[in-house]
């Protein structure tokens, strides 16, 4: 198992930034995929980012490319989310998810990541 804890949400303007992180415990940082999601009032969890567990290849949601920015410390064991130039839409609670057995090459998928954090709300006013 791996524990979680983010940090780092809270109320922006928009086209401002935050830079939201999660802390892992539990398990060897470099052997499992990590990701961020985040879930709207609502609305159904969805797919944000993820790195693998190199941190050598990332993937994005389209509507994030070239705004958002997903990190790895492996010193500090901890994931980074750089959020740039967000906007009202981005609105949500995010939550960072790890894939513990480190069956991922690369997920973009809720089903396939089985720890999660206790999320942080990300509020983009306009």
């Known amino acids: 198992q791996v524990q979680l804890v983010e940090s780092g949400g809270g109320l922006v303007q928009a086209g401002g930034s935050l830079r939201l992180s999660c802390a892992a415990s539990?398990?060897?940082?470099?052997?499992?995929?990590m990701g961020w999601f985040r879930q709207a009032p609502g609305k159904e969890r969805e797919f944000v980012a993820a790195s693998s567990k190199s941190g050598a290849s990332t993937t994005y949601a389209d509507f994030v490319k070239g705004r958002f920015t997903i990190s790895r410390d492996y010193a500090k064991t901890t994931v980074y989310l750089q959020m740039n130039s967000l906007k009202p839409e981005d609105t949500a609670v995010y939550y960072c998810?790890?894939?513990?057995?480190?069956?991922?090459?690369?997920?973009?998928?809720?089903?396939?990541?089985?720890?999660w954090g206790q999320g942080t709300q990300v509020t983009v006013s306009s």
């Open positions: 998810a790890a894939d513990s057995r480190g069956a991922l090459v690369l997920g973009r998928t809720v089903g396939k990541f089985d720890n």
């Open positions: 539990g398990r060897i940082f470099s052997s499992y995929v």
